[in-house]
């Protein structure tokens, strides 16, 4: 580690105690008092209102932060989940009318309107109006509830374990095993994780039931038609609409799909097999072993730092600086939530990457993937107000997307053998050939999920299905399998933790072509549009920052078939 690397410090507080911590709502009440008591008499009192505000908000969300990232690590921690189901239960209920009392303050300054030519505002004020508007006070307990309930898909997920060989495995590193060229080995360890997988399904079922109806209440009583519309709204979508998202999946399902079907039929023809499986789509087609990016935790740590640092030295100091104050948890082990994550952390500014690493490349792909969000959150972590420093989703996923494309310039670090480096770029495009469906697949689903809240599971299966098979390759035989496909959207976290979090995945894949693209083609200042648009946080709208890295937001079908047209080529390339 490097003597010159300098570990931020939290800022020094002007609102709050140095050594302040959360305990109780009790002890946390009188600063929310303070600031609804406190007369805003001209612009500059409101400037430090906000301040202030910003610096509890702060507070409040690093403070839940590392209690859900305690709670992810060590699932079968129960003081962990304990802390975490504290702060959701009895802390939350009474911050939120608070929340919204402040919110309406903010609105009712006549100093408000001075703020909003200044970079920022016009979002922080359009965020402010729709929060106002959404909020209702029937809604506390049905928040709390909901988070609750949501705990529950972590531990019933983190608890999942298979056994093969006379090993126990997690369900991540019995994954490993579908890289096999042994296909014997590969149907086992598919059954197994299946097997694991359905034991859960009812459970898993009965409790997303839930989540639909709880949902679907939270969005009546706002005056939502229903939980789609609602959270359109909630997460400021206010540059696209349901409709666009339609428009994406059709696109998708003529521009991608019949991409995919071809990647599949070559795969069968290489694999010399009679019908292509599930668990023949993880294998390599030419029967090489499975590419290693690295050999354990550490050395994937290591690589990486190298990797961010030889595109720019500034990142590979964000990711230099994580790994010296105890910011990354990257194995896989038992207990440990699946998935994988970048938290921000909004006091110290540096954030935390949990993930699932075993060995394989998808592992490597994913640290970059969580990698580009962490950088993000250093461009950002100096802007004036918290609200500025909390990009749209489709902005945050371009940050981490645009990096697993944009590191494939030194992804030698990984694979020294030339052979090893082109597969690994060739099973990157490959992944963006098979993404863009899945993210049309899982949003489309979402959205008939809450126009119709009260299907049965049957019913639930039966959309499914009809949605997996729009957006799925034709060429796998599914034959034997129906209940497994019947349930494989309870593998999605997403639909159990962050609701309509997706489609933001795949505008921003496209996002992310475009400018890798750029990079192509000038390596300085395609780099230099990633950087710039990233700094501008939550300052502008999407379309903007999307500008500013010198793409389009568009996700069109000719814009879609030309990106997909790059891509073909740089498939012919490798």
Same mark, same amino acid.
């Given at each position: 580690?490097?003597?010159?690397?300098?570990?931020?410090?939290?800022?020094?507080?002007?609102?709050?105690?140095?050594?302040?911590?959360?305990?109780?709502?009790?002890?946390?009440?009188?600063?929310?008092?303070?600031?609804?008591?406190?007369?805003?008499?001209?612009? =500059?009192? %409101?400037?430090?209102? @906000?301040? #202030?505000?910003?610096? /509890?908000? *702060? +507070?409040?969300? &690093?403070?839940?932060?590392?209690?859900?990232?305690?709670?992810?690590?060590?699932?079968?921690?129960?003081?962990?989940?304990?802390?975490?189901?504290?702060?959701?239960?009895?802390?939350?209920?009474?911050?939120?009318?608070?929340? =919204?009392? %402040?919110?309406?303050? @903010?609105? #009712?300054?006549?100093? /408000?309107? *001075? +703020?909003?030519? &200044?970079?920022?505002?016009?979002?922080?004020?359009?965020?402010?109006?729709?929060?106002?508007?959404?909020?209702?006070?029937?809604?506390?307990?049905?928040?709390?509830?909901?988070?609750?309930?949501?705990?529950?898909?972590?531990?019933?997920?983190?608890?999942?374990?298979?056994?093969?060989?006379?090993?126990?495995?997690? +369900?991540?590193?019995?994954?490993?095993?579908?890289?096999?060229?042994?296909?014997?080995?590969?149907?086992?360890?598919?059954?197994?994780?299946?097997?694991?997988?359905?034991?859960?399904?009812?459970?898993?079922?009965?409790?997303?039931?839930?989540?639909?109806?709880?949902?679907?209440?939270?969005?009546?009583?706002?005056?939502?038609?229903?939980?789609?519309?609602?959270?359109?709204?909630?997460?400021?979508?206010?540059?696209?609409?349901?409709?666009?998202?339609?428009?994406?999946?059709?696109?998708?399902?003529?521009?991608?799909?019949?991409?995919?079907?071809?990647?599949?039929?070559?795969?069968?023809?290489?694999?010399?097999?009679?019908?292509?499986?599930?668990?023949?789509?993880?294998?390599?087609?030419?029967?090489?072993?499975?590419?290693?990016?690295?050999?354990?935790?550490?050395?994937?740590?290591?690589?990486?730092?190298?990797?961010?640092?030889?595109?720019?030295?500034?990142?590979?100091?964000?990711?230099?600086?994580?790994?010296?104050?105890?910011?990354?948890?990257?194995?896989?082990?038992?207990?440990?939530?699946?998935?994988?994550?970048?938290?921000?952390?909004?006091?110290?500014?540096?954030?935390?990457?949990?993930?699932?690493?075993?060995?394989?490349?998808?592992?490597?792909?994913?640290?970059?993937?969580?990698?580009?969000?962490?950088?993000?959150?250093?461009?950002?972590?100096?802007?004036?107000?918290?609200?500025?420093?909390?990009?749209?989703?489709?902005?945050?996923?371009?940050?981490?997307?645009?990096?697993?494309?944009?590191?494939?310039?030194?992804?030698?670090?990984?694979?020294?053998?030339?052979?090893?480096?082109?597969?690994?770029?060739?099973?990157?495009?490959?992944?963006?050939?098979?993404?863009?469906?899945?993210?049309?697949?899982?949003?489309?689903?979402?959205?008939?999920?809450?126009?119709?809240?009260?299907?049965?599971?049957?019913?639930?299966?039966?959309?499914?299905?009809?949605?997996?098979?729009?957006?799925?390759?034709?060429?796998?035989?599914?034959?034997?399998?129906?209940?497994?496909?019947?349930?494989?959207?309870?593998?999605?976290?997403?639909?159990?933790?962050?609701?309509?979090?997706?489609?933001?995945?795949?505008?921003?894949?496209?996002?992310?072509?475009?400018?890798?693209?750029?990079?192509?083609?000038?390596?300085?200042?395609?780099?230099?549009?990633?950087?710039?648009?990233?700094?501008?946080?939550?300052?502008?709208?999407?379309?903007?920052?999307?500008?500013?890295?010198?793409?389009?937001?568009?996700?069109?079908?000719?814009?879609?078939?030309?990106?997909?047209?790059?891509?073909?080529?740089?498939?012919?390339?490798?």
């Amino acid at each position: 580690m490097s003597t010159s690397l300098e570990i931020p410090k939290r800022p020094k507080r002007g609102f709050l105690p140095e050594q302040y911590t959360i305990t109780t709502w009790e002890n946390l009440k009188p600063y929310f008092d303070n600031l609804l008591a406190r007369s805003l008499t001209n612009v =500059d009192e %409101l400037r430090n209102w @906000l301040r #202030d505000r910003s610096e /509890l908000e *702060s +507070l409040m969300s &690093e403070d839940l932060g590392w209690r859900y990232i305690r709670m992810t690590c060590y699932t079968d921690n129960e003081e962990h989940s304990k802390s975490y189901k504290d702060f959701i239960e009895n802390l939350q209920p009474q911050m939120a009318p608070y929340s =919204d009392l %402040l919110n309406k303050k @903010l609105a #009712d300054s006549p100093f /408000l309107s *001075s +703020l909003e030519q &200044e970079p920022g505002f016009k979002i922080l004020i359009r965020n402010l109006k729709k929060d106002i508007e959404l909020f209702r006070e029937e809604n506390i307990p049905v928040f709390t509830e909901i988070n609750t309930e949501t705990q529950k898909y972590a531990q019933l997920s983190g608890a999942m374990m298979v056994e093969i060989n006379g090993q126990e495995m997690t +369900l991540q590193q019995a994954g490993v095993i579908l890289q096999s060229t042994d296909r014997a080995k590969r149907e086992e360890a598919y059954h197994k994780i299946a097997t694991r997988r359905l034991a859960d399904k009812e459970t898993l079922d009965q409790l997303f039931t839930k989540l639909i109806a709880l949902r679907h209440r939270a969005a009546t009583n706002a005056g939502q038609a229903n939980f789609r519309d609602y959270m359109f709204k909630s997460y400021g979508r206010f540059d696209y609409t349901p409709q666009d998202c339609f428009n994406f999946h059709e696109a998708i399902a003529a521009e991608v799909v019949p991409i995919l079907n071809e990647l599949n039929k070559e795969r069968k023809e290489k694999l010399m097999v009679d019908t292509l499986r599930p668990w023949d789509k993880a294998v390599d087609p030419e029967g090489r072993e499975p590419l290693k990016a690295f050999e354990n935790g550490r050395d994937l740590t290591a690589k990486s730092i190298e990797c961010f640092s030889r595109l720019d030295p500034f990142l590979g100091q964000c990711l230099s600086i994580m790994n010296e104050m105890g910011h990354l948890d990257l194995e896989s082990r038992k207990g440990k939530a699946p998935g994988g994550y970048n938290y921000p952390l909004a006091e110290i500014g540096v954030p935390f990457i949990f993930m699932n690493a075993t060995s394989t490349m998808r592992d490597m792909t994913t640290i970059m993937h969580e990698g580009g969000h962490a950088v993000h959150n250093f461009l950002t972590k100096d802007l004036a107000l918290g609200d500025f420093k909390s990009p749209p989703m489709e902005v945050a996923e371009l940050a981490s997307m645009s990096m697993e494309l944009i590191s494939m310039d030194q992804w030698q670090i990984f694979f020294s053998n030339e052979e090893d480096l082109k597969r690994a770029k060739r099973e990157q495009l490959e992944d963006i050939i098979e993404t863009l469906p899945w993210v049309a697949t899982i949003d489309q689903f979402q959205h008939g999920l809450y126009e119709n809240p009260t299907h049965t599971s049957a019913e639930r299966i039966q959309q499914w299905n009809k949605v997996f098979a729009r957006f799925s390759d034709t060429i796998t035989d599914w034959s034997g399998l129906e209940e497994n496909r019947d349930y494989l959207w309870q593998r999605q976290l997403h639909l159990y933790e962050v609701p309509f979090y997706y489609i933001e995945y795949g505008m921003a894949q496209l996002g992310a072509i475009a400018l890798w693209r750029n990079y192509k083609r000038d390596k300085k200042k395609g780099l230099q549009g990633y950087m710039n648009a990233l700094k501008l946080g939550n300052l502008t709208t999407i379309p903007e920052i999307y500008k500013a890295a010198d793409i389009k937001f568009d996700f069109s079908r000719p814009y879609i078939k030309e990106l997909m047209d790059f891509v073909r080529e740089e498939f012919s390339k490798i």
